[in-house]
């Protein structure tokens, strides 16, 4: 895997951010925590290595608590609420950082490998077959 660089940030552009490196997987979380805190029918977080994230500008916190019981640091930008950066308690040893895949500059090569808590997802959507599909994370 070559390495490369990516950029991102907020909404209002006081939190940027690159990456380099390629995200090591691309995954769209189906949660009911993940529906709300994106307002949308999902979350896309692209998974990176911890080490390759270089950040500028001040992240706000809002420490949740997922549905597979683990806290989740949900970081986003104070200015304009923009989510940007999902955390856990097991990231750090893990060395990996989720990033919101939405908050990155450049998305057109993002795929997703994996839909998690598809239990979860709204009837109407429908996911490619292709794809792998874990009911519950």
């Known amino acids: ?4 660089t990516r950029g991102g940030g907020c909404l209002c552009g006081q939190i940027r951010y690159k ?3 390629k995200p090591l ?3 769209v979380c189906h949660c009911l925590n993940c529906q709300k805190q994106a307002g949308s029918a999902f979350s896309l977080v692209a998974f990176f290595s911890r080490d390759s ?4 500008g001040e992240l706000q916190t809002y420490e949740d608590k997922g549905t597979s019981g683990q806290i989740v640091y949900r970081r986003f930008c104070g200015t304009c609420g923009s989510p940007v950066i999902t955390d ?4 750090p ?7 919101k895949a939405g908050t990155l500059d450049e998305v ?5 490998t994996v839909h998690v808590w598809t239990e979860r997802k709204h009837c109407w959507l429908t996911l490619a077959e ?3 599909q874990l009911e519950r994370e």
Do not use: C, K, Y
Request: charged share 25%.
């Open 1 to 4: 895997m070559s390495e490369e």
């Open 19 to 21: 990456v380099s490196a």
């Open 25 to 27: 997987q691309t995954v």
């Open 53 to 56: 994230l270089e950040l500028t």
């Open 88 to 91: 856990t308690e097991n990231a």
């Open 93 to 99: 040893e893990m060395g990996l950082i989720f990033i």
């Open 108 to 112: 057109d090569d993002l795929q997703p």
């Open 130 to 132: 292709d794809q792998v």
